[in-house]
């Protein structure tokens, strides 16, 4: 028997024994001295699907989990129907994979059963694979800046984009980015200047369940850069329609998302409302801000927090 395992056993010769201690480094064949001449005992670890008995596939996108398990079974199956265009693979090495591209009509919760089999012995894991909509990439958000009147040229600042998905009583962050030492241009939206802050996505994909909410917070604060006036009021330009250029240019002010693998964009809205609608009525908000806190610690003033109900 395996060294150290204080277990014994009644078997006949090729049988297989499972033994709780031994572990995968008492797998082997082991020579039976109390069994009679040229017994051999196999013995293997416990039969386990060790890998976690849930995953989330993302819809519209590329996924793969793979089912691990210990004690070399020779099959693994699964009972009950996986989504749509996911497939389940038994890999024929102790391992299975399920994968596939779930379309959006696939959205909900599967449960399923895993079937681990070697010879007479089978063990089985409740298994959950979810299907929802990712947010898979964030930015750039698009903010139209001026100032509050012409004393304040030549003020330059920082901008901050932070993007936070509501699950419930849940917020997360999700995504942030910075833009640092940006001129303001002048007082009136004519003399606005469009900025384009650039969003990298925090940690894996975020899930979004039924009733999640996107948030999008911007701020700013007079630039660490040693540039421009030490203090003024910047106005931001937003609720206007998607035209960032040419005579006809507008404040649509937005943060760009890609959920559910389509990309879309979403609007900032008075009521600091969030839509993937454009608006026509342009407004502002002025922010006053001075050089009295020092950097690096210098802190970010919001302009506000926009929230909007995702699909």
Not at 48 to 54: D, L, M
Not at 176 to 188: A, C, F, R, V, Y
Request: glycine residues 14%; aromatic residues 6%.
């Amino acid at each position: 028997m395996p060294e150290g395992s204080g277990q014994s056993v009644e078997a006949r010769s090729g049988d297989f024994v499972e033994f709780g201690t031994a572990g995968e480094a008492g797998r082997g064949e082991y020579h039976c001295s109390t069994c009679g001449y040229g017994v051999v005992v196999q013995v293997r670890a416990p039969l386990t699907i060790a890998s976690p008995a849930s995953t989330v596939f993302g819809v519209g996108v590329s996924n793969s989990f793979t089912v691990q398990t210990t004690g070399a079974p020779q099959k693994i199956t699964v009972d009950g129907s996986p989504p749509a265009n996911v497939t389940f693979t038994d890999n024929g090495n102790g391992t299975a994979t399920f994968a596939g591209t779930p379309p959006s009509g696939a959205r909900g919760t599967y449960t399923l059963t895993l079937t681990a089999t070697a010879d007479d012995t089978s063990t089985t894991q409740s298994f959950t694979l979810e299907v929802q909509p990712k947010v898979t990439a964030l930015g750039p958000a698009t903010a139209w800046i001026g100032v509050n009147n012409s004393d304040d040229i030549g003020l330059r600042v920082d901008l901050r984009a932070e993007v936070f998905l509501k699950a419930g009583t849940t917020v997360t962050k999700i995504g942030e980015g910075e833009l640092d030492n940006q001129t303001t241009g002048s007082s009136g939206f004519t003399n606005a200047g469009l900025k384009s802050i650039p969003i990298g996505l925090i940690g894996d994909a975020a899930v979004v369940r039924p009733g999640s909410e996107l948030q999008y917070k911007l701020s700013v604060r007079r630039t660490c850069a040693p540039a421009g006036h030490a203090a003024g009021t910047v106005a931001f330009w937003y609720n206007g329609r998607a035209v960032d250029s040419g005579s006809t240019r507008d404040a649509g002010s937005r943060v760009a998302a890609t959920v559910g693998a389509v990309a879309g964009a979403f609007f900032m809205h008075p009521g600091l409302a969030l839509s993937d609608t454009a608006a026509t009525a342009r407004t502002s908000i002025n922010v006053p801000l001075t050089s009295a806190q020092p950097c690096p610690g210098r802190a970010f003033t919001p302009v506000g927090t926009w929230a909007g109900a995702l699909p």
